[in-house]
């Protein structure tokens, strides 16, 4: 998995348009990714404390995840994000924005890294 540098805007129309999922499919989502960042830092349901990682699992269920990073995403932590979400059954997107920088992680095995 090699990093693909991207604009932010390209990211975000790779990203922006999630296909809307059942919350019971969100759900398990959401509960895979944010296991997966507990091994990797601090993380925050709901952004009410400060932590490596946030995000909130209330809002419209789509298949695409935003988190906040606090910490950069490095490519280890991508891959091992990677391994997380390939072994769900549908295409999903976790986006980090909204901290250090802007990158997401593609079930598909895509790291999409912005350009500064």
């Not at 390939?86 to 920088?101: A, C, I, N, Q, R």
Request: hydrophobic share 40%; glycine share 8%; charged share 25%.
């Amino acid at each position: 998995m090699q990093p693909e540098l991207l604009t932010e805007d390209e990211i975000e129309a790779l990203s922006g348009k999630p296909r809307m999922i059942s919350e019971a499919e969100f759900d398990a989502l959401y509960d895979v990714v944010v296991a997966y960042l507990k091994t990797q830092g601090s993380f925050s349901d709901g952004g009410l404390e400060e932590a490596d990682f946030s995000s909130s699992r209330w809002g419209e269920p789509g298949s695409t995840m935003t988190v906040v990073a606090n910490v950069p995403v490095t490519q280890t932590l991508a891959e091992g994000l990677w391994r997380e979400l390939s072994k769900l059954t549908h295409p999903y997107v976790v986006v980090f924005d909204g901290g250090v920088e802007t990158c997401c992680v593609t079930s598909d095995g895509r790291f999409l890294r912005a350009v500064r």
